[in-house]
C-alpha cells in the first residue's frame, strides 16, 4: 500500500462540479482580481469565524504582515514599528511568522513554548515584565491546536498590548466556544492548499475585531490606497484573486466535514498508538482540527531511522520544525530569544508528522500505524 502524506484529490472531488461552472462564468465575465466572489467569501468567512469583518489577501503571509501594519497604523499612526519594538512570538512555527514581523518594522522576542508546543502563556508573562519596549504578542495555533487563548487575552489587556493571532493551520480550531481568530485584533489566516481551508493556489484572510481595521486592510493590500490616486499608506500589491475565492467559498461549504475527518484519523491513530511505550501522542480534543497530526518520538527513538523505514513501506512523513526560527541564518540577526528555549529545542528534535488528510481511509491508517508500530518493535 502507498500512503501519501496528503492527497488533495479527495476533497476537489466534493467541489469538482461547482468548480468548473465558478471558473466558465468567471472566463465569461473576465474579472480575476477581488470583485463580488471576493466580498462574498469575506462576509461568509467573518460570519463564520464571528468578526465584526475580513478582508480578502493574497497569502497567509501577506495576513500576517498586513495585520502587523494595521496595528502600526492604527495604534501608533506610524507605517512601521521600529527595530527596538518587540513583539513576543515562538521559535516553533513556519519561518513567515518572524519574517512578517521584521518586515513591519519591529524585532521577534522568542519565548519557550509549552507541551503542546504552543507559545508558553507564563514565558510570555516573564518576556513581558523582562523587556520595556514589547507592542504586541503573536501567539501561533500550531498544527490545529488551539493556543490558550484567554490567557494570553489577559496579558495583553493587562500591558496593553496587541493580539495577532497566526491561524494559517487552525481554521476551525475553538477555544471554549469561540473560533480561533476572534480573540486578537487580527486573526491571520492561510488558503495554501494544504491548510484546513484550502485554496487552489496561494491566498490568505484577515480577520478584523472592526470595520476600522477593515478599511486600513484594505487599503494596504491595494498599494496603500483607497483608489488609484488616493494614497494614504506605502502599501502592497496584495489582492485576493476571484478565481481563489470561488474556490475557497466552495471549499467553505465543506469545511466542518473535512474537520470531522481529520479529528477521525486522529482519533484512530491516538487509539492505534497511544500503548506505544516513548511515544507521546498529541491530545484528542474537539477543539483541534489537526492540520497536521504531529507526535513526539521520546527515549531511545531514532528519528531518521524511523522516517527512512516509513518512507521505504511507502508512508509520507513530515517533521515540522526541525529548525527554530533563531538557527535560520538568513534572519536570525533580526531576532532577540528571551530566556532559554529548551522546550522548543526538544521538540524540534523529537516531532514526526504523519498522513493525515480528509477521506483518508481506515485501512491506510491502519497501515500507518502497523508500520510504525513495527518499527519501533525492530
Ligand atoms: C504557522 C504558519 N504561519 C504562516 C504561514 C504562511 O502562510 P502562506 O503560505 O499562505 O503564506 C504558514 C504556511 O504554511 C504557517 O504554517
Redesign the pocket.
Known sequence: MKVPFIDLQRIYHRIEKDINSAVSELFASQRWILGPEVERLEKAFSDYIGVEGAVGVA??????LLSLRAQALSRYDRQFFCRDEYIITTPF??V??AEAIIRSGATPLLVDIGEDFNISVSEIERAVSSYRNVVGILP?H?YGCPADMGAIMEIAKRYDLFVVE?C??AFGAMISGRYAGSFGDHG?F???PT?ILPGIG???MVACRNRALCDILKALRNHGGIDKYNIEYIGYNSRLDSIQAAAIGLYLKHVKEFIRERQRVARMYIAGLSDVKDLILPKDRDTHVFNLFTLRLRGSLDRDRICQHLNNKSIGVGVYYPVLLNEMRGIKDYIVVAGDLRQAVRASKEVLSLPIFPYMKNEEVEYVVDVLRGVIRS
Open positions: 497569502s497567509g503571509t501577506d495576513a500576517l512555527t513556519f513567515a511568522t501561533v500550531l497566526d494559517a493551520q491571520a492561510s488558503f495554501f491548510k496561494d491566498g490568505g
